[in-house]
């Protein structure tokens, strides 16, 4: 409340129309949906969103009609580090392509959300929602780590953890079911294992990727965790593939040395292992279908989101180095909360406003962020929730 009040002394409030808002000279405004508000004229009725931009509108080019055409399907995942804005910017981005014609879903897979708030709307029931307020095909999801984890406690303590299957095929993972064989799920879940969370992911993004049911979307938004959760969730598919291709290996040993000892002692040889090798098989390029897709830059991209400062910037500057190391696909950066040059003599406006261009300057001249296009988002003075918000700055940053 205390920067709303703070800004509000050196924003010079100036009714225009949203067009204006594309303008390149940097000023601010109290931005409005209405066309004027000049009293010889007949108002015209606005929604009840407003919003003063408070970032100078620079000549940067976002590059979203290239993000809009073609109706194959395509992936965006939004990331970085934590408090920057990426759940707004995904959201924002998610109705933008909506209003654009695509079919799309958002999903977040941060264990910490804020996509409900985000939409003023709960999405946390594990499936699909109908993103309300817009006659678009525009569909939220909350990947829930907690609720899966419950289920599988439960379903492990029923039928001697029969219903462990339903859940995994529901998840897409059903060919690993038999696999878990005694496993006491409901022991195990009590101390998850880390990146959990990270697998149940995956397992979203590989029902995307296969099934039928989400064909009709051309558009997949993910908002995902900040930086450390969201490389592991990009370097699981080889860890896995990894680990399977290990497994695999380890069981043909057994098989032929069991077989190799029954033989000896005359016994009849029992049927090999092949079926629970070809389900492990099957996973295992289920899962290069995923690693695949986070490398296929026709289909995928990551977009960095960071705020000026020095030690967002340093830390977008190493996971675009990480990204680059998974052959992740990176062409944006989006620099949000920028703050336009102070109109009075507001000094900590002032010292603000330095800050983020020195920050600003280092990303420009960052080895890692220099050869990305730059997005500069700017502050707004009231919160973004809602469609009609997300609508405002979708306009104000997917240009």
Not at 49 to 56: D, I, M, P
Not at 86 to 94: D, E, F, H, P, Y
Not at 329 to 335: H, L
Not at 343 to 372: G, H, N, V, W, Y
Request: aromatic residues 6%; hydrophobic residues 40%.
């Amino acid at each position: 409340m205390a920067a709303y009040t703070l800004l509000r002394r050196f924003a010079k409030p100036q009714t225009i129309s949203s067009l204006l808002l594309h303008t390149t000279t940097p000023r601010c405004y109290f931005t409005s949906f209405s066309t004027s508000i000049n009293s010889k004229t007949t108002p015209t009725p606005t929604p009840p969103f407003q919003a003063r931009s408070l970032a100078s509108q620079v000549d940067s080019v976002s590059l979203f009609n290239e993000m809009i055409v073609g109706n194959e399907r395509k992936y965006y995942m939004l990331g970085g580090k934590g408090g920057v804005g990426k759940t707004s910017c995904a959201a924002s981005l998610a109705v933008k392509f909506a209003n654009n014609g695509h079919p799309t879903i958002v999903v977040s897979t941060d264990p910490a959300h804020s996509l409900s708030d985000s939409f003023d709307q709960d999405l946390t029931g594990g499936t699909l929602v109908p993103i309300q307020g817009l006659n678009l095909p525009l569909f939220g999801l909350e990947i829930n780590p907690e609720k899966t984890k419950e289920d599988f406690r439960s379903a492990s303590q029923e039928n001697g953890g029969a219903g462990v299957k339903d859940i995994m095929n529901s998840m897409g993972l059903g060919m690993v079911a038999e696999q878990l064989g005694e496993l006491k799920l409901g022991e195990l879940l009590d101390t998850p294992p880390p990146g959990l969370d990270e697998a149940i992911a995956i397992s979203k993004v590989m029902q995307f990727v296969d099934s039928p049911e989400y064909s009709k979307f051309t558009r997949i938004v993910f908002d995902t965790a900040p930086t450390g959760h969201t490389l592991r969730l990009l370097s699981l598919p080889d860890f896995m593939d990894a680990s399977i291709g290990k497994i695999m290996k380890l069981k043909k040993k057994i098989a032929s040395a069991t077989s190799a000892i029954k033989s000896v002692f005359g016994k009849e040889q029992t049927p090999p292992v092949e079926d629970a090798t070809n389900k492990l098989e099957q996973l295992r390029e289920r899962m290069g279908k995923v690693r695949d897709l986070f490398r296929d830059s026709e289909t995928m991209e990551f977009v960095i989101v960071t705020i000026p400062t020095v030690m967002a910037v340093r830390e977008s500057s190493r996971l675009h180095a990480s990204l680059k190391k998974e052959n992740v696909p990176v062409q944006r950066v989006i620099v949000n909360q920028i703050l336009p040059p102070s109109a009075t003599d507001c000094k900590f406006c002032s010292i603000k406003r330095k800050d983020q261009m020195r920050a600003l300057d280092m990303i420009r001249k960052d080895p890692e962020l220099a050869s990305l296009v730059v997005i500069e988002a700017p502050l707004f003075d009231v919160e973004i929730r809602g469609i009609p918000a997300l609508q405002f700055m979708g306009d104000m940053v997917w240009k």
